[in-house]
């Protein structure tokens, strides 16, 4: 079972994956400004309890942390170590954020953090060469006890990976942009990550097209219903 937890919302754009960030697009069509980063009204939903004083949300589930803003978000500072004990006091539930501020984890991590959290898993963006490699660097020397996985979407550009890889990444996952603004994703990226992914035994997840793919010199312009459906007919995950 899964869950979405946004203890806070709106964050503030800082690379070229942001340009076209779906928090944005969705707050600008109600009005609302996504770089104004505010608290949550469901701030403390892990530890929140039923009328029989159960959790709830049930153990064992995955939640999936900030997904509507970065959870190392520098405008967060002044609520992220509540947040943090929460994840501790939850030690059933299964934490899951992703982030690109990788750099900022180890300044802001709780004092009893040490190599991570067990049920914490933080996974970290890098939408195009620069960003790979200045960011990953930082992720793989980064306390995290859990998996690692490197998230390239939306994939901007042929990215080469081999100096970075190794057995401490789990999993690669690559995918296209979505929205009305949306820059082409190449299927030869998406295919030599695959590759590059293959040759060290790492697993691959293709996750979705985006809505300009553009395959043997053809640009397709895909629906966001179905990008993630063609992205799975390709059948080349690993």
């Known amino acids: 079972m899964k869950t979405t937890w946004n203890p806070w919302h709106g964050c503030r754009k800082i690379s070229e994956g942001c340009k076209h960030c779906y928090v944005y697009r969705i707050d600008a069509m109600h009005g609302r400004d996504a770089s104004l ?4 009204s469901l701030f403390n939903l892990p ?7 159960s959790y709830k949300i049930p153990s064992g589930q995955t939640v999936f942390t900030c ?4 959870f190392l978000l520098e405008e967060a500072d002044e609520w992220r170590k509540e947040a943090w ?3 501790k006091i939850r030690s059933d539930l299964n934490f899951f954020f992703i982030t690109k501020r990788i ?3 180890e300044s802001v991590v709780p004092p009893d953090w040490g190599e991570g959290y067990s049920n914490v898993t933080i996974a970290c963006t890098a939408e195009n060469q620069e960003m790979a490699d200045y960011r990953i660097p930082i992720y793989k020397n980064a306390p995290i006890k859990n998996e ?3 998230i390239c979407e939306p994939l901007l550009g042929p990215i080469n990976l081999s100096k970075h890889l190794g057995t401490w990444v789990s999993q690669i996952i690559a995918g296209g942009e979505s929205g009305l603004e949306t820059r082409i994703c190449d299927y030869n990226w998406v295919l030599d990550i695959r590759k590059q992914c293959a040759k060290v035994g790492i697993s691959f997840i293709f996750k979705q097209t985006g809505a300009r793919f553009l395959k043997d010199g053809k640009l397709y312009k895909i629906d966001k219903k179905l990008q993630h459906k063609q992205a799975k007919k390709a059948n080349i995950n690993l």
Request: charge should be positive.
């Open 37 to 40: 980063v505010k608290k949550t």
């Open 47 to 53: 530890v929140r309890r039923d009328r029989s004083r």
């Open 67 to 70: 997904f509507t803003s970065d």
């Open 103 to 105: 750099h900022r984890l």
């Open 148 to 150: 690692r996985i490197i």
């Open 85 to 87: 004990e929460m994840m």
